[in-house]
Every structure is written in structure tokens, then in C-alpha cells.
Nanobody, 115 residues
Framework: QVQLVESGGGLVQPGGSLKLSCAASGSIFKLYAMGWYRQAPGNQRELVARITTGGSTNYADSVKGRFTISRDNAKNTVYLQMNSLKFEDTAVYYC?????????WGQGTQVTVAS
């Protein structure tokens, strides 16, 4: 059974940085493009960054130039480096495959940007 476990969230001031990690168990990690998604209160879940198995990346316009997604296939881990954080980045952040597979949604990690 595959599990995706997100970590690294927290409370940060505007302009600050956080690095999220997503550890995957099971054998799916190397087979899929992976993405970081987020869901703010009252909003739908949205994809903010994606990375292919070969390392190509894409970003939502709202985070382009501030967030960097990366993956370590040897460690079955995908990362999201978040810089220059804004109030509107506050959300629960999740990782999942591209496209997302329902059984793989984890608990997510809360990111709160507040002064």
C-alpha cells in the first residue's frame, strides 16, 4: 500500500521561507510525475507545482519564481522550497501523483503565513 507523508509546514512571516517534504512508501514514486497541491479554507484544491520523472518542472503563475519543486528518486521524496511567502500562500499543502490518485491523498502539512 502506498503512503505519501507530507512534512515541513509551519508558521512563517511574509517574505519568509519553508521547505516541504513528501516521503513516499511503495514502488510508485519512480513511475509518476509528482505534484504539490494546496487547499486554502473555502477554496478548491489546486496544483501549484509539478515535476516529471525526468525532472522537468512547471508552476502555477501564483508561485512561479518563488517556489521550487525537486525530487530525489533514491529517497522516494519530493520537495517544495517556498521563498518570499505571501499571506495568500496560507493553505494545507499536499503531494500526490500527476494526475492525483484518490487513495494517495495524505494528511497534508499546514503552511500559515502571518505577521
Amino acid at each position: 500500500q502506498v503512503q505519501l507523508v507530507e512534512s515541513g509546514g509551519g508558521l512563517v512571516q511574509p517574505g519568509g521561507s519553508l521547505k516541504l517534504s513528501c516521503a513516499a512508501s511503495g514502488s510508485i514514486f519512480k513511475l509518476y510525475a509528482m505534484g504539490w497541491y494546496r487547499q486554502a479554507p473555502g477554496n478548491q484544491r489546486e496544483l501549484v507545482a509539478r515535476i516529471t520523472t525526468g525532472g522537468s518542472t512547471n508552476y502555477a503563475d501564483s508561485v512561479k519564481g518563488r517556489f521550487t519543486i525537486s525530487r530525489d528518486n533514491a529517497k522516494n521524496t519530493v520537495y517544495l522550497q517556498m521563498n518570499s511567502l505571501k499571506f495568500e500562500d496560507t493553505a494545507v499543502y499536499y503531494c500526490n501523483t500527476i494526475p492525483p490518485l484518490n487513495p494517495y491523498w495524505g494528511q497534508g502539512t499546514q503552511v500559515t503565513v502571518a505577521s
